[in-house]
């Protein structure tokens, strides 16, 4: 297994990253060509899943299972949860498993059943394989292999070119739908690996994803317990507020708004003057007060928001009130003192 670079930071899992070839990137003494068309099969995966009954497919299968007869079956697969990812192999002598880190993608896992496949034609005394996996992206990849491609991808190109290169291998691309034997012993396999996966390199793009999805979740689990942040009432759920379509001064309007603090309301703090009050109703006055609470803004509320909840986070909270905003307060006045 090529050597990667090993990540530690507090709070993230501890992973080793693999580094994708660079261009025209060259390993002494190997060949990196590309694997004949003729070795990957797509015969099964050219009928429609809506049309064909899975009876049909183990018939396609059991036909093109007799026309590689003196082959060697394996049966590759990929697994992937929120708590677990593994890869697994199933011939008819052997079943091995092996755990990936948790960010590593289910494609990742898919390659890697691959590999480990050609690691165990390897070792046997065998000459002829057929290799059937569900990942069709990863066979199609395997055809058209470019050095951009993933580097397990990499790997097996290697292997198929160099020192397995005298032994028969065919892939074969079969529906995880299907239902033949082999395929669900390998999902099974592929859902059960166990093992230490904390030194298994992974490719950059797998962590990019991973923590693309992982990190709002952290940002989402810390702004629940900010509720004494007073912007918490106003945003209580992270998601954007603003459509893209507002115009820059609707958005300078509904941030400051959110913060609470306008020139209106807070020009006393810069002047050193008493602090303003409702003309109205001689109270404070504060954007709370302006969008929610004045009696005297009722029917102006009712009309524009179309509600009879009205507070900060039902007001501000949502994107579609965003040029409503900015005309209830430009209709009481205070446009230019926002």
């Known amino acids: 297994m090529p050597n990667g670079k090993k990540g530690s930071k507090q709070g993230l899992e501890s992973v080793s990253t693999l580094p994708y070839p660079r261009q025209h990137e060259h390993v002494p003494g190997k060949s990196t060509g590309n694997v004949k068309g003729n070795r990957c099969d797509f015969t099964l995966s050219c009928y429609s899943k809506a049309c064909t009954p899975e009876s049909t497919y183990r018939t396609l299968y059991l036909e093109h299972r007799e026309l590689f007869s003196d ?26 498993t092996d755990a990936l880190p948790i960010s590593a993608s289910i494609y990742t896992a898919e390659l890697h059943a691959l590999r480990i496949a050609l690691e165990h034609i390897s070792l046997s005394c065998g000459k002829k394989f057929i290799i059937y996996t569900d990942s069709l ?14 580097p397990i991808l990499v790997d ?14 065919r892939f074969c691309s079969i529906p995880g739908y299907a239902g033949t034997t082999g395929n669900e012993l390998a999902d099974t396999a592929a859902r059960s690996a166990t093992g230490s996966s904390e030194r298994f390199p992974i490719p950059h793009s797998d962590l990019k994803t991973y923590f693309r999805q992982k990190l709002p979740s952290v940002w989402h689990s810390n702004w629940d317990q900010q509720t004494e942040n007073k912007l918490h009432n ?20 509904w941030t400051r708004l959110s913060l609470g603090h306008t020139l209106l309301t807070h020009r006393h703090l810069l002047f050193g003057e008493p602090p303003p009050s409702c003309e109205k109703c001689n109270v404070s006055l504060s954007v709370k007060h302006i969008l929610c609470d004045c009696p005297h ?9 179309n509600s009879v909840d009205f507070t900060i986070s039902s007001i501000l909270n949502n994107g579609i009130n965003s040029s409503l905003v900015s005309k209830f307060i430009s209709i009481k006045g205070f446009i230019h003192h926002i």
């Not at 992206?137 to 993933?150: C, E, M």
């Not at 097996?156 to 291998?169: F, G, P, V």
């Not at 009722?298 to 928001?305: G, V």
């Open 156 to 169: 097996i190109t290697y292997a198929l070119a160099n020192h397995i290169k005298k032994k028969d291998i």
């Open 297 to 305: 803004s009722n029917n102006l509320r009712h009309r524009l928001f």
């Open 234 to 253: 106003v945003i209580p759920v992270l998601a954007p507020t603003m459509p893209s379509s507002s115009n820059r001064r609707e958005q300078v309007i």
């Open 71 to 96: 082959s060697e079956l394996i049966f590759t697969d990929g697994s992937k949860s929120e708590s677990h990812v593994g890869s697994a192999v199933v011939s008819l002598s052997t079943v091995i």
């Open 137 to 150: 992206s990863a066979l199609q990849n395997i055809v058209s292999l470019h050095s951009s491609s993933h």
